[in-house]
Structures are given as C-alpha cells and as structure tokens.
C-alpha cells in the first residue's frame, strides 16, 4: 500500500533497507521475499520510478549504514539506479516535509501499513557506474554406466553444492557480523550432496553385483 495516491514516475524513491523490526517470526519469514532490495527496486522500477535510494533507520542497529557493495551473482536486471544513504542525510530530507525517521521507523516496525509521501521541494541527481565482472564455477558430474555402452537416454541425480560461503554474493544469508566466516551448510547443501553420494554408492554395488537390470544410465 505505500504507492497507494503516490505519483512516482520519473522520481527517486526512498525505502527503508530491512523489513519491520517488531513483526512476528511467522510474518518476517513470510516478509523476507518482499524485503529484499532487488524486490524493492523492481517494485519502484515498475511504478515508473527514476532510482531507488535506501536508509537503514535507526532502529536497525546496523554497524554500516549504508548498504555495501556486493557480486550480484544473478541473470536479472532491476534497470533503476539505486544508491545507499546514512540516516543522517535521510532525516535532513525528510525535515522539509515535517517528517522524521525515527518516528517513520517507530510507526512502521510493528507491520501496520503506511501510504507514501512526498517530499517538497528536493531535488537529486546522481552519477552511477555499474562494473561488469566474469567469475568461475565449478560442477562436479559423475555418470554410471548400466552396460558396455554409455546409454543415449539417462536419469540425472543432483544436488546443489554452493553455499553463503563468507557472504561475497547478494544471495548470502550471512549478516554484517558474519562476514569473512565460512559456514557450511551442513542442514541445507551438505544434507542433499551426502544423499546423491548414498545413492551414487548404493546403486553401484547394485550394478557391481548385477542386482539391476537398468537400461538407462545414471
């Protein structure tokens, strides 16, 4: 509801960077996809908005205001330009209107809906380069042959391996206070490659022993 009576075509756009702080644990898992920025700036891109720019409000307690920068390790594309702010400047913003961010934050931390305003008589203006870089990954694919040829159709088995890592990629999971600390996923993707692994061992002693008389490969 907080583009409800809220032009915002060829405008900047300001969005608080979390979800409410104060929400039940069931709402905030079912916030989570709609707090994301690359949501967020998708949103205001297809309300005809110019650029999205994010505060993190005092409530948030963060160590960094501003967002920081990450590898966007993704297809898409939100087409909007999107720029990070202190909650200083944000309050400085927001006194032309009357308003305040803590009072914002305070009003909003709890779920209830707010409508959108504008703020008289800002204007902004930014330059924003966006760097383009190649990086590497790697598969691993293991194949059973059920016969003395390799099979023209096959069943694949699989399982993803990746995982938060240090927290290098907009992706992550990890927090601010997490960064530079590997975690590995034991619940998540170490739990479905040990399962591939099971299997893998399990149907090659069925081969091994001539228990399967599969026709395709696995």
Partial sequence: DSYV???????????FRFMPENIEPELRHHWKRFSELRYK?????????????IVSGPNSQVKNE????????????TSIPVVSITDEIANEWLNRSGKNLQE??????DGSPGIGFQIEGLSLSADIDVVSEK?????????????????DNFIIIGAHLDHIGKGSSSQSLA???????IYYGADDNASGVAAVLE??????????DGDWPAKRDI
């Fill in 104 to 109: 914002l934050q305070d009003q909003l931390d």
């Fill in 175 to 181: 927090k601010e206070h997490d960064e530079n600390t």
């Fill in 199 to 208: 299997i893998a061992e399990y149907f090659s002693c069925l081969v091994k």
């Fill in 5 to 15: 009576h809220l032009e915002v075509e060829d405008k900047w756009v300001m969005v």
């Fill in 66 to 77: 501003l967002v920081p920068l990450r590898f966007e390790a993704s297809f898409g594309d």
């Fill in 41 to 53: 700036s998708s949103v205001a891109r297809d309300k005809g908005a110019g650029g999205l720019v």
């Fill in 135 to 151: 990086k590497q990954g790697r598969n691993v694919l293991g194949r059973l042959q059920m016969s003395k040829c390799p099979s």
